[in-house]
Every structure is written in structure tokens, then in C-alpha cells.
């Protein structure tokens, strides 16, 4: 049942603190990504139990799971409360700091005050690592859905050139799907500079020299550049060489004379380090990472397919995941797919098996059951974040044997990589059965669909073996006294309120272990005794 996207909003922003909490407001896919100036003053429990909200994630920025879909709904209400609070909060404080310089002053610097953010400025954030991962998928995170859009339109193209249909629609369509990774380059220089806090406007333009076509009549170390040549990474660090320019001009040019020396010594410092020395660099970096992926897939396919696929979901549950984007759009602009993602959509294939050993195992577990039941369409189709923390997580053990099924799955993809059969996918975004449409192979279509169904149903078995054997089983021991008590005539008396399991002749079904709720709908506080 689909929530009010504007009653949704409205609950959260109360929940974490204001509006004057709020420093910057963002969203990925699945994620409602808030930049916090206090995070202690979050009601994470009440926010966990609000219908809608499938998990919640503290790591550096506050990322609220609401969904695929609904993330983008809430979001634009959510954005929308916080500036109308702002601007009626911003009224009363330009009345009383009107003849106050330098209270105005003071408020126009606090973004607290005003609860919005200046562009750049950053929330707190973990290890340096971590931060710098974060802001990199930060980066690459609004670019999701063109990439999509786009690597869905190429494999319409795909099929109807392979198969002689439509001559006349075919190379429109591929003119659609090809224009803008053709000048991504662009993009990414635009958010790149945003993110860093430079005018995104000068670090689009400092990246379109990656993508210019006049770039081929440079000479760089005695070789004539190619356009396009570093590809995204040269993009990025442009842009950021941009915006790091941009920022020492700011502090030493007079005001009289910023609006035109700063563009004009930006462009020009950036763009003449571009080509000669970043697209070169970039592209050998980019150079290296296609071959390392390759090498790695037909050299070790399986070992490499069972770590890729096993430790996925731990990079899906701490928002990482994002931070491979990069990697994945480069071997695309490369090789016209990449090879790694269908390997990691192995991840929500053992979700999904360990999610329906659980709705198997635990039949009386009515509250878990309509979760799963709920969230389970959502996972075939690749978007897993509503299973692991909505069933997985909350019990612990399964959330390791969803792991081990995606790592099984991912060793079953590296298997056939190393018989030379390669399975990619053109663009990034959806994995499970979502991905059909983008797989692309060495071996043609209906093989390399079949190698990639054959890794789902791998991951969907082990998920669900695992689960079913071992991750359920601290519950069968935390009833064991219970059954032996009640198998004695005395304990029997002693314990006549208590309903004894019910055997089914394989196995017994006990009642629906004692967890703590959070709220009258499906989320859990604690795990399941004895684990």
C-alpha cells in the first residue's frame, strides 16, 4: 500500500530534529539522504517506526530507506517543508537584525538558521576514507537515472539492429541512448565542482575539454590525445583542479576585477592541466582498471565472483555500494559494459533465498511474514535495501547466509568468465531480473541471459539453504527447553498456559519467538532469543 509522499515527509521532519537541524537535503535511489547539524537530536526510534520507512542508516550523512519511487516523492515534499520553514523563519530574524550589521551577518553564516546549506559545505563524516568514498558517490548518484534511461534505450537499439527491425527508428534510438555518455564527462564535472564547493558551472566546462573533439590536433608526450580520453576520472579531477583554482583566485583577486579574472584563470589553469597531464594520467588509470577487471574475471573468475558477490551487501548496508560508479561507467564508456555489476546483482539473489527460508521457516511470525511478503517484489527486482533491513538485519544470522547465497551466485557468473563467457550490463542501476534488458555478452544474447539466470537461481538456492539450515537455528535451540519441559507429564501441568510446538513430522513449529517491537507494524528492536 503506497503512503502519502507529503504526510510521509511531514513525520520525518520532526522526527530528526527541524528544520533548523536540516543542513542539506539529497536523495539516491532507495535513500533519503540528510546532512544533519546535530545528529543527536534524532528520535531514531519513532523515525523507524513511521509506515514507509524501511531502515535507517547513521554513517556520515543520515540516510533514511524509503524505496524505490517514494524516495523521489518524499524528498520533493520533504525539501519543500524545509524551505518553507526557512524562509518563514528567515522573515522574523531580517525584522529584528535590521539594524544590526553584524547580526545579519552572523545569521546569514549560520546554516542552521536559515536551514539550508551554502553549496560545498559538509557534513561530519567518519574516517577520511569512508568520507571520500561518500563524496564520490555523491558525485555520481544524480547521474543514476540517465544512465538507466539511456542503457535501457541501447539495448532496445541492440535488438532491433541484431535483428533487422525498424531500419529507419533503430539509429534514432541509438543517437538517444549514446548522447549522453557521450558528454558525461560534463555532468560530472558539474556536480563534482557543487560537491566541492567551486561554481559547478566553471567545472562543466573545465571537464567538456575531456569530451571536445578538438582535443586530437594536442600532442602529449609525443601522442595525439583522443577526445574522451580518461573518461569520467579525467572529468573528476579536472573539475576538482577546478575548483580548487577557483577558490584561490576568490581570495586574492580584488571584487572589482573577481567576475572576470576568476572564470577566466580557472578555465584556463584547469583546462591547459587537463590536457597535458590529467586526460593522459586519467586515461592510463582507466586503462588499468579494464584490464585489471578483465584479467581478474577470466584469471580467478570464481574466487574473485565469490568475494564480489559475498561482501556486496555489507557495502549495500553501510551506503558504499555507491562508490563503485565510477568504476562501472568507466569499463561502460571502455567496453560498452561492465562486467562487475552483473557479479554484485548476485548479493540481492541471496537476499531474496534467505528471505523466503525465513518466511518458510517462521510461519507464526505473522509480522515478519507480511515484511517479507511486502518487500519481496522490491528484491526480485534488484533493490535490496528493503530485505535487509526490514528482515535480514533484524535477525542477525540471515543477513550472513544472504551473503553466503550471493557469494555462490557470484562464483557461478566468474566460473563461466573463465571459460571466456562474459556477462556485462550497459548502464547501472538495476540488478535481479531488471537487469535482462541491459545484459550484454561475448557469446549473444539468449547465452548470456541464461548464464546470468542460471547465477540468480544459484544465489536464490544457496540464500535459502543457509537460511533455512543455519541461519534460523539459535531459534530452534531457544525452544528446545521448553519442548523438552513440556514432553514430561509435571511439566506438562506446570506449563499447561504454554502451547506446545506443533510437530509436523520433519520439523517442529513452534510459536512466534518473543521480540521487541518498535511499532504495531513489522520492524524489530532486538534480536530473537538466544542469538
Known sequence: ????????????????????????????MTRLRLGLTDPARVDE???????????VVADGTYQIVLGPGAVARVTAEFEELVRVAASAAAEPAAGSTAADPAARSTAAADPAARGAVPPGERRRAG??????????????VPLIPALIGCGVLAGVAGLLVNNGLLP???????????AFMALIAVFVGHNTAKEFGGTPILGGAVAAVVVYPGVAKVTVFGTALAPGQGGVLGALAAALLGTYVEKWCRGRVPDALDVLLTPAVTVLVAGLATLYGLMYAAGQVAAAIGTAANW???????????????????????????????????????????????????AGAGQVGAALAVYVRLRHDTSIRTTIRSALPAGLLGVGEPLVYGVSLPL??????????GAAG?????????????VGAKAIGPSGWALFPLLAGNRGAAPTAAIYAGGLLTGYAVGFAATYLFGLTHLVRATAPAAARTSAPAA??????????????????????????????????SSYPGE
Open 492 to 525: 506438562t501441568r506446570a506449563t499447561a498456559q504454554t502451547p506446545a510446538p506443533v510437530s509436523t513430522g520433519t520439523t517442529a513449529q513452534t510459536p512466534a519467538p518473543v521480540s521487541a517491537r518498535e511499532d504495531g507494524h513489522h520492524r524489530r528492536t
Open 45 to 55: 526510534a519513532a523515525l523507524r517506526a513511521l509506515p514507509g520507512v524501511l531502515g
Open 396 to 405: 542477525g544470522r540471515p543477513f550472513l547466509t544472504a551473503c553466503a547465497g
Open 1 to 28: 500500500m503506497r503512503t502519502d509522499p507529503a504526510s510521509t515527509a511531514a513525520a520525518i521532519l520532526p522526527l530528526v530534529g527541524g528544520p533548523a537541524n536540516v543542513t542539506s537535503v539529497a536523495h539516491c
Open 127 to 140: 574516517a577520511p576514507a569512508k568520507a571520500v568514498l561518500r563524496r564520490v558517490a555523491d558525485i555520481f
Open 168 to 178: 529507419g527508428l533503430a539509429p534514432a534510438l541509438s543517437a538517444v541512448a549514446s
Open 296 to 346: 581478474l574475471l577470466s584469471t580467478t573468475g570464481a574466487f574473485a565472483g565469490l568475494v564480489l558477490g559475498g561482501l556486496f551487501l555489507p557495502l549495500v548496508m553501510l551506503g558504499l555500494h555507491q562508490a563503485l560508479i565510477p568504476i562501472h561507467t568507466t569499463l561502460i564508456e571502455q567496453q560498452g559494459s561492465t562486467v562487475l555489476l552483473p557479479i554484485l546483482a548476485m
Open 410 to 422: 557470484g562464483a557461478f557468473i566468474g566460473c563461466f568468465a573463465m571459460l571466456g563467457d562474459h
